[in-house]
């Protein structure tokens, strides 16, 4: 159970100086695509990808493709 209470804001997400990838399933039905995309466009060096075919689960459904993208950003 996540007890931080404090939403990440623009700000917070803009003080992020790595690189961070946001990845969601394209068939997503918890995160909305919108919401992940305001994500790694507040990051200053953030991209977004997304799983073609993939839920929620990617990690489970598509370990394979997540692996190979993991290996990438290396």
Do not use: F, M, Q
């Not at 990051?43 to 598509?62: F, K, M, N, Q, S």
Request: glycine share 8%; aromatic share 0%.
């Amino acid at each position: 159970k996540n007890t931080n209470k404090t939403p990440l804001t623009p700000p917070h997400l803009a003080g992020i100086i790595a690189e961070a990838t946001i990845i969601l399933g394209k068939k997503d039905t918890v995160i909305d695509r919108k919401h992940s995309e305001r994500i790694a466009d507040a990051i200053p060096h953030g991209t977004h990808v997304l799983i073609e075919g993939a839920g929620h689960d990617v990690p489970v459904t598509h370990p394979g493709v997540l692996s190979d993208l993991v290996r990438t950003l290396l």
